[in-house]
């Protein structure tokens, strides 16, 4: 800003400022204003612009993370389920093989998805400004802030917050005004992606295939429209340049054998894909997430669900701290990155051998690709480990120092004592502490204490706000169990919590 837009700034605060409204940035804010702090999201588009993004599969991870907040049955309603898929002509694999609630891939357009989260973040208080570019962002050490200049129609205004969230995409302001490196490379330099009516559906729910120069792909979303990606290796246009339905259909032709009566495109684009991850997900107070920290391939329509994950990680991790409630706020905030940065990792190696398989050119290289497909479709723990890392059912995180697996791992929606499912009690967001009848609640702490629907159970488990068990033992003590307790939170009211204000050294 110039001298005379710094002094003319008027300046508001907040606990945390969101920047970017994407489904990343709506189930962040959401998840912070549900847990009581006041929480400001900026958002650079226009509310009536068109958000036309790519994303359409939903896994199960994410309708598990979506069902922890009674979000999940609502956004199934919106689509279209795909319980298994046929890669390259290969056996079928079956979905139902997850154990899960949701054994699918939901297909519905990111915006049903951004609608209920916004929905929802504005229901608990989150507050949402559209038209609103962020054009600065510093952060200083005393008196512990993150200062967030950005542009509106009436001028040029400023918040002081404690914390901020960069979920504002692959060009992210966030991310360039901390000086992040975004190292990487272009996968797919041309790439037509398009929502559009077909005179003959595929008799499968997917039509999918790639040969020497093209790949096509076509997903129905449940109301008659369908999501078309389309490939050829002799298409160099930019970014952003022209594409119509003449080149779209001609490229599913050459993949597909047939355009299947492609008409009526309701939005057809020109887009490139790209690999790149950024180093840290954390600096000082400041935190990215989404496409903001890793972006890659649309192979496995891993993108926004790894996103949504990634906020699902870092909201309880930042209210505990503003709350006071982490016996270790400094180590707490660290461990986002620690977590989310090898799942990233994890997604561009996977999505990008995909789209390397999805490329293969040769004649031997795609005799070698549809052999795996059959071959993958026959080993029954090969599909599970495929299954478990596309559906982020099998991500899983180190434990900490001290304690064993299962901590780390995503915790299965049990039934519990009275009827309950654990998934709607973390509806609270709040650890779930689960233990046999008679067991002591630790005293004074912030979390929700439940029982086994089998009373002759005696083990006990801790599960974290996110869903990923914190501690577990064959049977506790109740000096053990709050031992286990207050590595995660402290009591309300204890003496001697690190001050919020420092939870960045």
């Not at 496995?300 to 706020?329: E, F, I, Y």
């Amino acid at each position: 800003m110039t001298a005379a837009e710094d002094a003319a700034a008027i300046t508001e605060t907040a606990d945390v400022v969101v920047v970017g409204a994407g489904p990343t940035g709506l189930l962040l804010a959401g998840d912070l204003a549900a847990a009581g702090l006041d929480v400001i999201l900026l958002e650079r588009r226009a509310r009536t612009a068109a958000n036309l993004t790519r994303a359409f599969a939903v896994h199960a991870r994410t309708l598990e993370l979506l069902d922890a907040r009674g979000l999940a049955d609502e956004l199934v309603s919106t689509g279209r389920k795909i319980d298994r898929v046929s890669p390259f002509g290969g056996t079928a694999l079956s979905l139902q093989r997850l154990r899960t609630r949701y054994p699918f891939v939901l297909i519905t357009p990111q915006y049903e998805t951004e609608k209920l989260l916004e929905r929802r973040a504005l229901s608990t208080g989150a507050v949402i400004r559209y038209d609103r570019e962020v054009i600065g962002l510093h952060q200083d050490r005393e008196p512990g802030r993150v200062t967030v200049d950005f542009r509106t129609p009436d001028g040029i205004r400023r918040i002081n917050a404690r914390h901020a969230v960069g979920a504002d995409g692959v060009r992210s302001t966030v991310r360039q005004a901390l000086g992040l490196p975004f190292p990487g490379q272009a996968v797919i330099r041309s790439m037509i992606l398009a929502d559009v009516r077909l005179t003959h559906p595929p008799e499968d729910l997917l039509a999918v295939n790639g040969t020497a120069d093209a790949f096509a792909f076509l997903v129905p979303f449940g109301d008659g429209w369908y999501r078309a990606i389309a490939w050829h290796r002799d298409a160099h246009e930019a970014e952003g340049d022209p594409a119509d339905l003449e080149e779209l259909r001609a490229i599913a032709t050459a993949a597909l054998g047939t355009d299947h009566g492609m008409h009526d495109p309701r939005w057809i684009s020109r887009l490139r894909s790209d690999e790149r991850q950024v180093p840290t997900y954390r600096v000082g107070r400041v935190f990215l997430a989404g496409d903001a920290a890793h972006v890659h391939s649309p192979a496995g329509g891993l993108g926004m669900n790894t996103g949504l994950q990634d906020a699902a990680n870092l909201s309880w991790k930042l209210a505990a701290v503003l709350h006071g409630q982490a016996p270790d706020p400094g180590a707490l905030l660290d461990s986002y990155h620690r977590e989310r940065h090898p799942v990233g990792r994890l997604v561009l190696r996977v999505s990008g051998a995909l789209v390397r398989v999805v490329m293969a050119r040769g004649a031997i290289q795609r005799t070698v690709r549809d052999l795996g497909a059959s071959l993958l479709g026959r080993i029954g723990p090969a599909q599970d480990r495929a299954l478990g890392t596309i559906s982020g059912l099998g991500i899983s995180y180190p434990p900490l120092p001290g304690t064993h697996r299962p901590a780390g791992r995503r915790a299965p929606d049990v039934a519990l004592a009275g009827g309950q499912r654990l998934y709607e009690a973390l509806r609270a967001g709040r650890f779930v502490l689960i233990t046999p009848p008679g067991a002591a609640t630790p005293p004074a702490t912030p979390l929700t204490h439940l029982h086994w629907r089998t009373s002759s159970r005696s083990s006990c488990a801790l599960v974290r706000p996110d869903g990923y068990l914190a501690w577990s033992a064959p049977a506790a003590t109740d000096a053990e169990l709050a031992a286990a307790v207050g590595t995660w939170l402290l009591p309300v009211g204890a003496d001697g919590p690190p001050r919020p204000d420092q939870s960045d050294q």
